[in-house]
């Protein structure tokens, strides 16, 4: 069985080489709609695949992580990203470009993350990450599956390569969670929320 839960979040950045100018040329933004599909062939304890309310927490804080901020490419211009830095409280910057793509490549890594380090507390079996699709604007999205995620001819994509603000991090609720799946430790979800 298949679910999906909606996130959103509005971010700005620059996609470096694209063929649009405006688009690569020209720091602009979108609100973003990103749809996280999970599957399993079980439901747990309450007949679900999981629980939509786990979901409002490492998952959402990571990808709400993007809200009013600024993504920049680590390849980029050094000099644009420093100043960026300087003057966005809110940014990340990722190893690759941050085209819609890239984006449902790069969330569903995390994504992916999450779910391998947390342990379930309510009967969840074999919960998988089926994909990411990230809405860019009302009429175009991007779809990452797994092969995408990691794939290296779409360009590598490590998680340690991926970096958020102080600020960023500190509106977590748990301001470690970072370190956390970067070190694969458990994430419990709580039998009750």
């Keep these: 069985m298949l679910i999906r839960k909606l996130f959103k979040f509005e971010n700005a950045h620059i996609v470096r080489d694209c063929t649009t ?11 973003y709609k990103i749809e996280v599909l999970l599957e399993s062939n079980y439901l747990d304890d309450g007949q679900m695949v999981y629980d939509f309310g786990l979901t409002k927490r490492t998952i959402k804080d990571l990808i709400d992580s993007f ?61 998988t990450l089926h994909s990411i699709i990230v809405h860019e604007t009302e009429t175009g999205y991007a779809q990452g599956f797994h092969a995408d995620a990691h794939s ?12 958020f603000s102080a600020q960023v991090q500190s509106e977590w609720s748990d301001v470690l969670v970072w370190e956390k799946l970067l070190s694969k430790q458990s994430i419990i979800n709580p039998k009750k929320v």
């Design 21 to 31: 100018r405006r688009c690569s040329e020209n720091i602009h933004g979108h609100s």
């Design 67 to 127: 809200d009013h901020a600024i993504t920049l490419w680590s390849r980029d211009d050094t000099k644009y990203r420093e100043a960026m830095k300087t003057y966005s409280n809110r940014w990340i910057e990722l190893p690759v470009s941050p085209s819609a793509e890239q984006f449902s490549r790069v969330i569903y890594l995390i994504v992916e993350r999450v779910l391998a380090c947390t342990h379930m507390q309510n009967g969840e079996r074999e919960v």
């Design 152 to 163: 290296e001819l779409m360009g590598k994509i490590a998680l340690e390569d991926i970096v």
